[in-house]
């Protein structure tokens, strides 16, 4: 292998390794998201205990909108991950196709349509729990104190 050859099968790679970078700044993100939920469930669990019923009902409501947060958060982490190692076996399967001179076009193609299919779908679970958090906070202000906008 001639050293142009090896330049030329970095400079493919570098793309990969830079969505990696990006996704795990995004997982960091949500898995920040995910720890205040489960923080925040756990201190809402403790306060259900000796509340009046308008209160206990306003708590259970919450607690249940938490639980919904947990696991599209959950499925979000998800599917970031497996983005991470599609870019992961596209990379080597970027550095084996030159280093090899394998004809592997098509898995190289169907692994970044994977790859870039999953981060869609983790982003949009992402923003729907963005969208679910924002329903919690609703329960916690008074009706006239917030727009549905």
């Known amino acids: 292998m001639l050293l142009t050859d090896l330049i030329t099968m970095l400079q493919l790679s570098i793309g990969p390794v830079i969505l990696i970078s990006?996704?795990?700044l995004i997982l960091?993100?949500?898995t920040n998201r995910l720890g205040r939920v489960v923080d925040r469930s756990r201190l809402l669990?403790?306060?259900l205990n000796g509340t009046l019923d308008t209160d206990r009902i306003r708590i259970l409501a919450q607690l249940r909108i938490?639980?919904?947060?947990?696991?599209?958060?959950r499925a979000s982490i998800a599917l970031a991950i497996l983005s991470i190692l599609l870019a992961?076996?596209?990379?080597?399967?970027l550095f084996l196709g030159t280093l090899l001179k394998m004809g592997i076009a098509a898995l190289i193609v169907i692994l970044?349509?994977?790859?870039?299919l999953s981060l869609v779908f983790s982003l949009i679970l992402f923003l729907v729990d963005i969208n679910l958090s924002l329903k919690a906070l609703?329960?916690?202000i008074p009706p006239e104190g917030h727009s549905d906008a």
């Open 28 to 30: 960091l993100s949500m």
């Open 112 to 116: 970044f349509i994977l790859c870039m």
């Open 88 to 93: 992961s076996l596209l990379i080597i399967s």
């Open 22 to 24: 990006g996704v795990g």
């Open 138 to 140: 609703w329960l916690d």
């Open 66 to 73: 938490f639980s919904s947060r947990a696991n599209i958060i």
């Open 45 to 47: 669990s403790r306060d």
